[in-house]
């Protein structure tokens, strides 16, 4: 979508209510239904539609982490955080933002908890960083207490527990991971070249969509971190780099992007290039 479309009507509060309803009709549904009525087919399906909607979950504890959910109700859009990250998996809300703050801050250093250690820089390795860096052993021992509570003591049954929830959270961490961090982090010829430390994927709406809620469009998030998931692609870069120097500050000001202005004007002045040394690379 151009820059310059205007936002869509939505509000934070109503597309995170969209996404909890949209979770708790499909979690009511396939238990009622239960794994062993489907087809293999109808298996996958099912497991592929709830790591969409965990992946929704997490996306909506990243942007209350950011404000976008309520910006005018700090109490409230945590409220909203907590509870995602906590049906997504026992997440702390408060910790997760501490480190998500790092991220921001010292994208691409020793100091980035989403980056590599500079020596395991394939994907798989990679992923297995990520996580350790953030699953805790009390999260593991808690998801580990609530399947085995729902399983044995209230009887729900295991193919259900694995095919809607078990198996679906943990490729929506996959998901996250590889369309959310490795391909938009990695290096590129110029991902380290300006405070950004960020690749776009820009690729069909719908995929966009579909692959990590727009998040392919992380230039455009590190620049305007409060720029909600559905209105990322308002924001292209590509777009950007069209702006004159003088339409920058509306931009920020359009969307709200907190100290977004030193890094959206990087756009309009010649590359400037990173200290390496913060870089185990």
Not at 213 to 242: D, K, M, T
Request: net charge neutral.
């Amino acid at each position: 979508m151009p820059l310059g479309v205007a936002p869509f009507s939505w509000n934070g509060c109503t597309v995170a209510l969209l996404i909890f309803f949209t979770w708790i009709i499909s979690i009511f549904a396939a238990f009622t239904l239960g794994a062993k009525t489907l087809s293999p087919a109808q298996c996958v399906a099912f497991t592929g539609w709830f790591t969409f909607l965990y992946t929704g979950l997490f996306v909506t504890g990243h942007d209350a982490m950011h404000g976008s959910i309520a910006p005018a109700n700090s109490r409230l859009n945590d409220a909203f955080g907590k509870l995602a990250l906590l049906l997504y998996g026992l997440i702390s809300y408060e910790d997760l933002r501490q480190a998500h703050g790092y991220h921001h801050q010292f994208p691409a250093s020793h100091r980035d908890p989403d980056f590599h250690n500079g020596c395991d820089i394939h994907p798989v390795l990679w992923y297995l960083q990520f996580m350790r860096r953030y699953w805790t052993l009390r999260q593991w021992m808690g998801i580990v207490i609530l399947y085995n509570g729902l399983h044995r003591l209230l009887g729900v049954p295991e193919a259900d527990l694995l095919v809607f929830w078990a198996i679906p959270s943990l490729l929506s961490s996959v998901q996250l991971f590889y369309f959310g961090t490795y391909l938009v982090h990695r290096q590129m010829p110029d991902t380290y070249s300006t405070p950004l430390c960020a690749n776009s994927t820009y690729w069909p709406y719908l995929i966009s969509l579909i692959t990590c809620y727009h998040f392919g469009y992380h230039r455009e998030h590190h620049a305007c971190p409060n720029v909600p998931w559905w209105q990322l692609p308002q924001i292209s870069w590509q777009a950007i780099e069209q702006l004159s120097p003088q339409a920058i500050p509306q931009l920020a000001e359009k969307y709200s992007c907190d100290n977004s202005g030193k890094a959206l004007a990087t756009m309009s002045s010649p590359l400037v290039q990173r200290d390496r040394t913060r870089l185990k690379t």
